[in-house]
């Protein structure tokens, strides 16, 4: 069966400070990869997804990247994170563009 | 880009059916209409797709008039623990893009 893990489940960051989060799926291959964030009380942003290794498709300009070194793990990272960074950041993957997503549990960031 | 609406928020009691709609006017050919339920601090999980007309499974019913503008989310007799935020994902028309409904937070009371 697939399963997909994210870490850290929590972090508190200061402005300024780098990020990486990290996801990973295992019992698949090649599938669709993307990363959301969640204000608080609010709905599904999607920041990035992608089909393969190499190819991320950016949706929001901001200070926020993703890469994707390996068919089953995909990275987001800050170089300076900003207050309004601060969310519920969810990955999740699917096996292609049409078929349900499937999130993992999430990491809660708050920059202070 | 497109917005893909729902009502922010709807009550009920148990045992009730409920009906949640979503509305997705260029929503894209071929693309499929799927469903989530999100708890609080929890990712969003699957709850029901469908491309045209009407789908059940052992949770949930989806209805999708021929024009596939809009969508609704029947939920069988509700318990307590189906409080929780609905929201819809459809693909765009113009832009391609997969879309999150704007969610709906059910509340069900005893």
């Known amino acids: 069966s697939q399963t997909i893990h994210q870490w850290p489940a929590t972090l508190v960051q200061p402005v300024g400070s780098p990020l990486s989060l990290e996801c990973t799926v295992e019992?698949?291959?090649?599938?669709?990869l993307y990363w959301y964030r969640q204000a608080a009380g609010r709905g599904l942003q999607l920041l990035f997804y992608s089909v393969g290794i190499g190819q991320i498709s950016s949706e929001v300009p901001q200070n926020l990247s993703a890469s994707r070194p390996q068919d089953r793990q995909f990275i987001l990272s800050s170089k300076k994170l900003l207050l309004s960074d601060s969310g519920f950041y969810l990955c999740?993957?699917?096996?292609?563009?049409?078929?349900?997503?499937?999130f993992g549990p999430g990491t809660r960031l708050t920059v202070t | 880009l497109a917005k893909t609406t729902q009502p922010i928020s709807m009550d009920s009691y148990e045992g009730q059916e409920v009906n949640i709609t979503c509305s997705h006017n260029n929503i894209a050919t071929n693309d499929y209409i799927t469903w989530y339920q999100q708890f609080p601090s929890q990712g969003p999980r699957f709850i029901i797709q469908g491309y045209k007309t009407k789908v059940t499974n052992e949770v949930a019913s989806l209805f999708i008039p021929a024009d596939r503008k809009s969508s609704t989310l029947s939920l069988p007799r509700v318990s307590l623990s189906d409080t929780a935020v609905y929201y819809c994902?459809?693909?765009?028309?113009?832009?391609?893009?997969?879309?999150f409904g704007t969610g709906t937070r059910l509340q069900v009371f005893p």
């Open positions: 999740a993957w699917s096996p292609g563009r049409t078929y349900e997503q499937y």
């Open positions: 994902l459809v693909g765009d028309l113009y832009t391609d893009k997969l879309i």
């Open positions: 019992g698949t291959s090649n599938p669709n």
